[in-house]
């Protein structure tokens, strides 16, 4: 059974601190790894995605991938109440026929106060 | 209107009824997604149509029908629903461009299913 795992949180940072979410993944075969932001009562919206080891920057978000640990990271510098929401890690395969077929974590939940 | 959408956003239903709810992307997409989304529980994939060829059931009760007409557009039709398919179902949609990964996909607001 291919699996996501997410540590549920909740994550509770001031603002202006950074928010570090971890991911593990148990398919060595994912080549795609994908992390959602949900706000409550709202669908996911895509926050970064990263294919090749390292890190990947894009404002005030950075994502991290480590293929031979099975690890994702993304950590959030300067943390707003705002970007207070539950946190999907999502991991999917190499094109082909398993094209498409994310498996996604549990979620972290994130709250910045004030 | 832009990026996906769905229809109707709210539905309740008897286990008796049947019903459809809608997705449409505006992105010049081939592939979409109905995942099912319940509380407490991770995403779960349910269909995967690429070029409207299903090519992912995800062990889907049978009363849950999905139909792709074309690229732009994917039904979900459901019949004798159970109280424990109360859920959000999303659709999604992504561009499949690439045959060595699996590419971002975008997510509709969801229809709030609660089977009564």
């Known amino acids: 059974q291919k699996e996501v795992e997410q540590n549920s949180g909740p994550l509770s940072v001031p603002e202006g601190a950074i928010a570090s979410l971890n991911c593990t993944y148990s398919?060595?075969?994912?080549?795609?790894f994908f992390w959602y932001r949900q706000y409550s009562g709202k669908s996911p919206e895509l926050i970064m995605s990263?294919?090749?080891?390292g890190d990947k920057e894009d404002g005030r978000f950075t994502a991290q991938l480590n293929k031979a640990s099975q690890y994702v990271s993304l950590l959030i510098r300067d943390s707003q109440p705002s970007d207070s929401a539950t946190y999907l890690c999502?991991?999917?395969?190499?094109?082909?026929?398993?094209?498409?077929?994310?498996?996604f974590g549990q979620g972290t939940i994130l709250t910045v106060h004030p | 209107e832009t990026g996906v959408t769905q229809t109707p956003r709210h539905l309740v239903m008897g286990m008796t009824n049947k019903k459809s709810l809608k997705c449409e992307q505006h992105?010049?997409?081939?592939?979409m997604y109905w995942y099912k989304q319940s509380a407490k529980k991770p995403l779960e994939l349910m269909f995967v149509?690429?070029?409207?060829?299903?090519?992912e059931n995800n062990s889907v009760p049978s009363r849950f029908s999905p139909e792709c007409p074309n690229s732009s557009h994917l039904f979900l039709h459901l019949h004798t629903l159970q109280p424990e398919d109360s859920a959000l179902y999303l659709c999604?949609?992504?561009?499949?461009?690439?045959?060595?990964?699996?590419?971002?996909?975008?997510f509709g607001p969801g229809t709030r299913l609660t089977v009564l």
């Open positions: 990263i294919y090749s080891n």
């Open positions: 398919d060595r075969g994912s080549q795609s």
């Open positions: 999502a991991g999917g395969p190499a094109g082909g026929t398993s094209y498409g077929k994310l498996t």
């Open positions: 999604a949609s992504s561009h499949h461009g690439s045959t060595s990964r699996t590419d971002t996909q975008y």
């Open positions: 992105l010049g997409h081939n592939a």
């Open positions: 149509y690429n070029f409207k060829e299903q090519t």
